[in-house]
């Protein structure tokens, strides 16, 4: 019976440990497109920047991905213009996820 209880809070940890991760952050403005990226999942991936080439918001090198293709060619069309963009995203462990996108 022990050996049970031991493995339940373990199991819980871990299922949930994702969600802990997640959070949305909107309206957040003045990023610039440095580069673009394909990976090998064919997911786009993109280096966002300040004005100042800081990463923008403390991000990683290609943290920023997005899956709808209105927004990655909206991406696209910032990172050719070098025009600044406000973006809507959700973090996760993995990456963040941009789910809206405008032209400032």
């Known amino acids: 019976m022990k050996?049970?209880?031991?493995?339940?809070p373990l199991a819980f940890g871990i299922t949930f440990t994702p969600l802990c991760y997640?959070?949305?952050?909107s309206d957040r403005c003045g990023a610039y497109v440095k580069e673009t990226y394909i990976d090998s999942n064919s997911d786009y991936r993109f280096k966002l920047v300040n004005k100042d080439g800081t990463p923008f918001d403390g991000s990683n090198s290609w943290s920023f991905t997005a899956?709808?293709?209105m927004i990655?060619?909206?991406l696209n069309m910032a990172h050719l213009s070098l025009s600044p963009i406000?973006?809507?995203y959700r973090?996760?462990?993995?990456?963040w996820n941009i789910y809206s996108v405008s032209m400032q």
């Open 22 to 25: 997640a959070k949305d952050f």
């Open 67 to 69: 899956t709808n293709l």
């Open 72 to 74: 990655i060619e909206m």
């Open 91 to 95: 973090t996760t462990s993995n990456y």
């Open 86 to 88: 406000c973006i809507n």
């Open 3 to 8: 050996k049970y209880l031991l493995f339940i």
